[in-house]
């Protein structure tokens, strides 16, 4: 038989070690969460401590306050996840069973089996709090962390409903948290790792989530947001490559803004910042969800059209022409910036076009000649 109380000190040795660990990472300005970790870690260890004194301290230490703490823990561990997540946490909700647990356990200090089923109870309604967190976001948190998160909270909450179960059939009578018994070394073996295991999954959940940012970004135009030259560059050889395969149309559309270094003289080049965003803006509402729209370099953005032939890729230049000529770009201290925009069109012709810069090639020739034609209008080639 595992002795109890040596699986209670092996579970505070290793949430002191998280604890630790976590602490010595985790910021309070980051928006990762570990700070939060790191505390519940903090009162998972106190809770332990304090279930390992059963019997030499007081039922207000050893029965009402660690449970508490233990309720706390996965109030704690919420607040974490929604700081994570960058959302406003309920904490009406998150922190309503701590004061429960509070008041009703000093009411059962003599009632063990009670207490058991009460806190089985309790901690199912947290858990069930943290997993529709995580629901909430789960498409947008990138990685496989958040499973190991919730697969360690899942084993925790297995851990407390199976000794929940075995006292309320009578398999085995507890008397005490230190009681040595199957049951018991079966609870805190499975509490050891499913602290391990969820701890582990928030540190990867931060990590995979800054990997994917450093990915956007390198992908990304910082200015606009569009994708960068390389990302599109990218895009458009994956895209001629499975158009060249299936014989199915391409497009593009190169960009350019008339009269740019005006704007950078005129109001200033913060002021011609704001309107590349404006018009990075204007693209995305126009283009479909299929389409690629990155900047090209300077005042320049190109925009991939998979499935979009000469006549199609011509309507959309026009429609998106008209809808910068239409719109009001505001200089940073107020006054309209007059903008509009010069397109080059060039559809994909195969028995011509063999590699990407071809293309562009083209589509470049066809806004110059729209420049030369005295800009504000659409050329195709």
């Not at 290793?14 to 309070?28: F, M």
């Not at 009402?64 to 946490?89: C, D, H, W």
């Not at 806190?119 to 962390?145: C, D, E, I, K, Y």
């Not at 995979?208 to 960068?228: F, K, P, W």
Request: proline content about 3%; some cysteine; charged content about 20%.
């Amino acid at each position: 038989m595992v002795h109890t109380p040596t699986l209670l000190y092996v579970n505070i040795l290793i949430t002191t070690t998280l604890a630790a660990c976590l602490g010595l990472v985790a910021r309070r300005d980051r928006a990762d969460g570990l700070m939060y970790w790191a505390l519940a870690l903090v009162a998972h260890t106190g809770a332990y401590v304090l279930y390992a004194l059963r019997g030499v301290a007081s039922d207000w230490l050893s029965v009402v306050l660690a449970n508490v703490l233990i309720t706390s823990v996965f109030a704690l561990m919420s607040e974490g996840v929604y700081k994570f997540q960058g959302r406003r946490p309920p904490r009406r909700w998150i922190w309503a069973p701590v004061p429960f647990v509070a008041l009703t356990f000093a009411l059962l200090q003599d009632h063990m089996v009670a207490r058991v089923l009460l806190l089985a109870a309790v901690l199912s309604v947290q858990f069930v709090q943290f997993a529709w967190a995580m629901h909430q976001r789960w498409a947008l948190t990138p990685g496989r962390g958040k499973q190991f998160v919730l697969a360690g909270f899942g084993l925790f909450l297995l851990a407390l409903l199976v000794r929940a179960a075995a006292v309320l059939s009578g398999t085995v009578e507890i008397r005490s948290v230190t009681d040595s018994n199957a049951v018991q070394a079966l609870i805190f073996s499975i509490t050891s790792v499913a602290m391990v295991l969820s701890n582990f999954g928030m540190v990867v959940m931060t990590k995979e989530r800054a990997d994917e940012r450093n990915r956007q970004l390198a992908m990304q135009d910082e200015l606009t947001g569009l994708s960068n030259r390389r990302d599109i560059q990218e895009a458009l050889t994956r895209q001629l490559a499975q158009a060249l395969r299936s014989g199915r149309p391409l497009a593009l559309l190169m960009i350019d803004i008339d009269h740019f270094k005006r704007i950078n003289d005129s109001y200033g080049h913060l002021s011609g910042d704001q309107a590349l965003r404006q018009l990075a803006d204007c693209i995305r509402a126009r283009v479909r969800s299929q389409d690629l729209a990155g900047r090209w370099g300077g005042e320049e953005f190109l925009v991939v059209l998979p499935e979009t032939d000469a006549q199609g890729a011509a309507l959309l230049a026009e429609h998106l022409r008209l809808t910068v000529e239409r719109t009001t770009f505001l200089a940073l201290d107020g006054p309209r910036m007059p903008l509009t925009v010069s397109i080059g069109c060039h559809a994909l012709d195969i028995t011509a076009d063999r590699s990407t810069d071809d293309m562009v090639n083209v589509a470049d020739q066809a806004l110059y000649r729209a420049k030369q034609n005295g800009r504000n209008r659409v050329e195709q080639l």
